[in-house]
Every structure is written in structure tokens, then in C-alpha cells.
């Protein structure tokens, strides 16, 4: 099973930048598609970017696009989140997600999710 550790969460102003990383370990980390989500109180966990295996494929959701951006070093088996420009959204837990799949011709199964334990980012105007 993958281990998921995520670290950079604080306390920041909205025009200050601030990069999460996530690092992994129990697995190939080069063979894992990574995820970032956040969890405000009260609310839904709600997709942020994920990067595929290779580092050149990512999406990103459409409130973030711009102004997150994601990327992984498979060498240091760590995946990054890199947030610019940021709103006064108040307090939030950032996850990482590792994704294992196994790919077919034209299908592929999904082996396991796994998270990790999250880190607080608090953002104010």
C-alpha cells in the first residue's frame, strides 16, 4: 500500500504563493497517477488537478486553472502543488491521492486509491 505524506500548509495571505508537496512511499511512484483535493469545513472534498504517471498529461479543475499548477518529480517520488493568485478562501485541508491502474487495449481498471493525511492551508485577505 502507498504511504502519502503531505507538507507546505500554513497560514498565508491571499497575494502570497505557497507550494504543497506530497511524497510517497511503498510504491512505484512513476507507475501512479496523483491527485490533489481540498476539504473546507462543512463541505464536499472537491478535485483540484491530477498529473498522469509520465508528468506530461494534467488536469485541472476550471476554479484553478491558472492559477495551480501541478508536477511531479518521479526521481524524488514527490508531486506538487504550486498555488498562485490566491482568493481569500479561508481554511482548507489539502490532499494528495495516489491512483494505481491497470490499462488494457482500449479500458482500463482502477487497482487502488489511496490519501493521504492532509495539510491545513489557511488563506486571508
Known amino acids: 500500500q502507498v504511504q502519502l505524506v503531505e507538507s507546505g500548509g500554513g497560514l498565508v495571505q491571499a497575494v502570497v504563493s505557497l507550494k504543497l508537496s506530497c511524497t510517497a512511499s511503498?510504491?512505484?511512484?512513476?507507475?501512479?497517477?496523483m491527485g490533489w483535493f481540498r476539504q473546507a469545513p462543512g463541505k464536499e472534498r472537491e478535485f483540484l488537478t491530477r498529473?498522469?504517471?509520465?508528468?506530461?498529461?494534467?488536469n485541472y479543475a476550471e476554479f484553478v486553472k491558472g492559477r495551480y499548477t501541478v508536477s511531479r518529480d518521479n526521481a524524488k517520488n514527490t508531486v506538487y502543488l504550486q498555488m498562485n493568485s490566491q482568493k481569500d478562501e479561508g481554511m482548507a485541508v489539502y490532499y494528495c491521492?495516489?491512483?494505481?491502474?491497470?490499462?488494457?487495449?482500449?479500458?482500463?481498471?482502477?487497482?487502488?486509491?489511496?490519501w493521504g493525511q492532509g495539510t491545513q492551508v489557511t488563506v486571508s485577505s
Open positions: 511503498g510504491h512505484t511512484f512513476s507507475n501512479l497517477i
Open positions: 498529473i498522469y504517471q509520465s508528468g506530461s498529461l494534467t
Open positions: 491521492k495516489a491512483n494505481s491502474r491497470s490499462y488494457y487495449s482500449d479500458s482500463f481498471t482502477t487497482n487502488f486509491d489511496c
